[in-house]
């Protein structure tokens, strides 16, 4: 597999707003997916791979075309170079970057007074395909994403779950064998959010393209991507693979006892384990330490007399499991080999 | 890599495109096409042509009529048909076409006919420009172009491309359509003789084309919504001319307060590129500035917008 994204200390600062922080990455083709909770500077990352912003500081190659800090690039007008022929290489190197990769937005991003056919071929002639190969290919595309009843509509009358699925199209347009997609789940009933993650998981690990899925929904990851990064507040929070980071998952029971269980509870934290919840009924939620028999459990229960009436594994849930990565305060980068 | 079982067992799977990409060049016409395409879908455009249409045929007709009068000068009377007939003296007529509607091919006729048509273009431009630019900011359609491989240049010159093509369509070339016919009623040399004012005519129509598209995409991307870009073109284009008369001809300031009526120091520009001298600018007892200065307000509106609308899409591409 080859590394698509490497990126090296990238820095980006809008004011004094600190938007990513020394990221460095390396990734390898495949279904990524950029998690982290909003704000924590996934479009910003973006829109860094794909050539439209330029990062404060750091250096970085993304399908071997390189990306620039903008201390190089703002002496450029309008992207254009000041007679210096390495600032015009810069903008022809983004350019060049552009074609290889599709973007679809968070934003509705459509052209209202459009119709769906119209929308992706004049994609695709953005992307500097010939105007009837544009066409044609924008009609194969609407028909793989069922979208082949509604291209002659007019945008404004498309539902969102069509929004986002011409959104897909238009980045699909070229066939590039990278796709950056920001928030394709984003206002979609159940259905539309299943069918889109069916589509993006198909592209990916039927069609070869490597996905950058960028998104606040650990599930949309879990059904799509092989591997995952983290971000929060503009730093990598954890970078690994999906296995990986269910090995990180706690193990968890649920408890129902029968009798006074306070020193049972207290015997129970002096092992180690955790007492998440507890109600005046005797049901108990515990998280317990990786070493931890479960056969322990009826030790203890017998030690102090009380009956364990019920005992089921809860497991922490991925959701959970993020929740808990993201709030945790260390500035430590958490990294997992990936497998 | 495709999965070969995939590719056979389904017509409606995905299928690779292999085709070679262009530069950045042709996705300009693609945008320029679709804003005009945009414009052409409104009733309205249509009925606004159609009255610029009008007064090019006015024009075309009167420089037809003028000389058609002049081989008949010597008749004492012409009849005129209609339920009213009545004897005509053709020099009323002719002098009318000369001396108040100048339709003699000269440097004024097309001034005049631009001026004219300047009306027009305004009010066309003003009512189209949110659908053309305006909707990109509102509806954030930006980030849909600049994520293609264009830059914001591209992206600026296409919209211009498509706003220069309209402004032409109702200025420049109806302006050269005048030019030929009068050397088809006149004499050819007219042709040669006249050179300067066909590059005038260019020149006009090329700085009228830069200064109101730019000045069209700059307000459009500012206010974005048809009203307030109504309000702000009949700010710039009547309150402005409204004002600068008061000031000069009401209050008898300095002509330079001219200055702030742009149509205006088009006007004056088009008048230099088509050879007019200062003092034979009409009408005579109407004071104008210098066209330097005229020239000069013109290109700082010039790089204003330029610099407006680069500081706006960089200010978009990091936001959107």
């Given at each position: 597999?080859e590394?698509?994204i490497?990126?090296?200390?990238i820095?980006q600062?809008?004011?004094?707003?600190?938007?990513?922080?020394?990221?460095?990455?390396?990734?390898?083709?495949g279904?990524?997916?950029?998690?982290g909770?909003?704000?924590?500077g996934?479009?910003?990352l973006?829109?860094i791979?794909l050539?439209l912003?330029?990062?404060?500081s750091?250096?970085g190659k993304?399908?071997?075309e390189?990306?620039?800090?903008?201390?190089?690039?703002?002496?450029?007008f309008?992207?254009?170079g000041?007679?210096?022929?390495?600032?015009r290489g810069?903008?022809?190197?983004n350019?060049?970057?552009?074609k290889?990769?599709?973007?679809?937005?968070?934003?509705?991003a459509l052209?209202?007074?459009l119709?769906g056919i119209?929308?992706v071929a004049l994609?695709?002639?953005?992307?500097?395909?010939?105007?009837?190969?544009a066409?044609?290919?924008?009609?194969?595309?609407l028909?793989?994403?069922?979208?082949?009843d509604?291209?002659?509509?007019?945008?404004?009358?498309y539902s969102?779950?069509?929004?986002?699925?011409?959104?897909?199209?238009?980045?699909l347009i070229h066939?590039?064998p990278?796709?950056?997609l920001?928030?394709p789940t984003?206002?979609?009933d159940?259905?539309g959010?299943?069918?889109?993650?069916?589509?993006?998981?198909?592209?990916?690990?039927?069609?070869?393209?490597?996905l950058?899925?960028?998104?606040?929904?650990?599930a949309?990851v879990?059904v799509v991507?092989?591997?995952?990064?983290?971000?929060?507040?503009g730093?990598?929070?954890f970078q690994?693979n999906?296995?990986?980071?269910r090995?990180?998952?706690?193990?968890?029971y649920?408890?129902r006892?029968?009798?006074d269980?306070?020193?049972?509870?207290k015997d129970l934290?002096l092992e180690g384990?955790?007492?998440?919840?507890?109600?005046?009924?005797g049901?108990?939620r515990?998280q317990v330490p990786?070493?931890?028999?479960t056969?322990?459990f009826?030790?203890?229960?017998d030690?102090?007399q009380?009956?364990?009436?019920?005992l089921?594994?809860?497991?922490?849930?991925l959701?959970?499991?993020?929740l808990r990565?993201?709030?945790?305060?260390?500035?430590?980068?958490?990294?997992l080999?990936?497998? | 890599?495709v999965?070969?079982q995939?590719?056979?067992?389904s017509?409606?799977?995905y299928?690779?495109?292999?085709?070679?990409l262009s530069?950045?060049?042709?996705?300009?016409w693609?945008?320029?096409?679709?804003a005009l395409g945009l414009?052409?879908r409104r009733k309205?455009?249509?009925?606004?042509?159609?009255l610029s249409?009008?007064i090019?045929l006015?024009?075309?007709?009167?420089?037809?009529l003028q000389v058609f009068?002049?081989?008949?000068?010597?008749?004492?009377?012409?009849r005129?048909g209609?339920?009213?007939p009545?004897?005509?003296?053709p020099?009323?007529?002719?002098?009318q076409?000369?001396?108040?509607?100048q339709?003699?091919g000269s440097?004024?006729?097309?001034a005049?006919?631009?001026?004219f048509?300047?009306?027009i273009?305004m009010?066309?431009?003003?009512?189209?420009?949110s659908?053309?630019?305006g909707?990109?900011?509102h509806?954030?359609?930006l980030?849909?172009?600049l994520s293609?491989?264009?830059g914001?240049?591209h992206?600026i010159?296409?919209?211009?491309?498509a706003?220069?093509?309209?402004?032409?369509?109702?200025t420049?070339i109806?302006a050269?359509?005048?030019?030929?016919?009068?050397g088809f009623?006149?004499?050819?040399?007219y042709?040669?003789?006249n050179?300067?004012?066909?590059?005038?005519?260019?020149f006009y129509?090329?700085?009228i084309?830069?200064?109101?598209?730019?000045?069209?995409?700059?307000t459009?991307?500012w206010?974005?919504r048809?009203?307030?870009?109504?309000?702000?073109w009949?700010?710039?284009?009547?309150?402005g001319?409204?004002?600068?008369r008061?000031l000069?001809d009401?209050?008898?300031?300095?002509?330079?307060w001219?200055?702030?009526?742009?149509?205006n120091?088009?006007y004056l520009?088009?008048?230099?590129?088509?050879g007019?001298?200062?003092e034979?600018?009409?009408?005579?007892?109407?004071?104008?500035?210098?066209?330097?200065a005229?020239?000069?307000?013109?290109?700082?509106?010039i790089?204003?917008?330029?610099?407006?609308?680069?500081?706006?899409?960089?200010a978009?591409?990091?936001?959107?």
């Open positions: 597999m590394t698509i490497d990126l090296n200390e820095n600062q809008f004011y004094s707003n600190h938007a990513l922080k020394n990221i460095s990455l390396k990734l390898k083709s279904r990524i997916g950029l998690l909770p909003n704000g924590a996934k479009s910003t973006l829109k791979l050539g912003i330029s990062p404060t750091g250096e993304v399908l071997s390189s990306i620039q800090s903008s201390k190089v690039k703002q002496r450029s309008f992207g254009w000041r007679n210096n022929f390495t600032l810069t903008q022809r190197g350019e060049r970057l552009r290889k990769i599709g973007y679809m937005p968070e934003a509705d052209i209202p007074g119709t119209e929308y994609a695709g002639e953005l992307y500097g395909m010939p105007r009837a190969q066409q044609r290919r924008a009609h194969e595309v028909t793989y994403l069922e979208l082949e509604a291209r002659y509509r007019r945008l404004e009358q969102t779950g069509m929004k986002q699925r011409i959104k897909l199209a238009q980045a066939d590039p990278l796709l950056l920001d928030e984003s206002g979609l159940p259905a959010r299943d069918a889109m993650l069916r589509l993006l998981l198909e592209l990916g690990r039927d069609f070869g393209k490597s950058i899925l960028s998104t606040h929904l650990l949309d879990e991507c092989e591997q995952i990064v983290i971000l929060l507040n730093s990598i929070r690994g999906v296995d990986s980071i090995s990180q998952q706690h193990d968890r649920r408890l006892i029968q009798g269980n306070r020193d049972f509870c934290q384990i955790e007492i998440l919840s507890e109600n005046n009924r049901e108990l515990v990786k070493e931890w028999q056969r322990n009826f030790v203890l229960a030690h102090h009380v009956i364990l009436r019920g089921e594994p809860d497991q922490e849930t959701e959970e499991l993020f990565m993201v709030i945790v305060n260390s500035p430590t980068q958490v990294e080999a990936t497998k | 890599m999965n070969p995939l590719e056979k067992s017509l409606l799977h299928r690779p495109w292999r085709g070679e530069g950045s060049w042709r996705p300009t693609a945008i320029a096409r679709t414009l052409s309205l455009f249509w009925g606004l042509y159609g249409v009008m090019f006015f024009f075309f007709y009167g420089q037809y009068l002049e081989q008949r000068v010597t008749e004492e009377n012409i005129s209609g339920l009213f009545k004897n005509i003296k020099e009323t007529i002719l002098h076409l000369q001396n108040a509607l339709l003699n440097a004024d006729t097309y005049n006919f631009i001026w048509e300047g009306y273009v009010v066309i431009l003003a009512l189209i420009g659908a053309a630019i909707n990109d900011f509806h954030g359609s980030p849909f172009y293609k491989p264009i914001p240049f992206y010159f296409g919209k211009c491309l706003v220069g093509i309209f402004i032409n369509l109702i420049t109806p050269v359509l005048l030019f030929i016919e009068y009623i006149d004499t050819w040399s042709y040669w003789d050179l300067r004012l066909f590059l005038g005519i260019i129509g090329s700085l084309t830069i200064t109101l598209s730019l000045l069209l995409i700059a459009a991307s206010v974005k048809t009203m307030p870009m109504v309000m702000i009949t700010v710039m284009m009547v309150l001319r409204m004002i600068q008061w000069v009401g209050l008898h300031l300095r002509k330079e001219r200055l702030i009526d742009i149509w120091d088009l520009a088009g008048h230099w590129a088509l007019t001298p200062h034979a600018l009409r009408p005579p007892w109407q004071m104008q500035p210098s066209y330097h005229a020239l000069l307000v013109i290109g700082i509106c790089v204003t917008c330029i610099f407006y609308l680069r500081k706006k899409i960089q978009v591409e990091i936001v959107a």
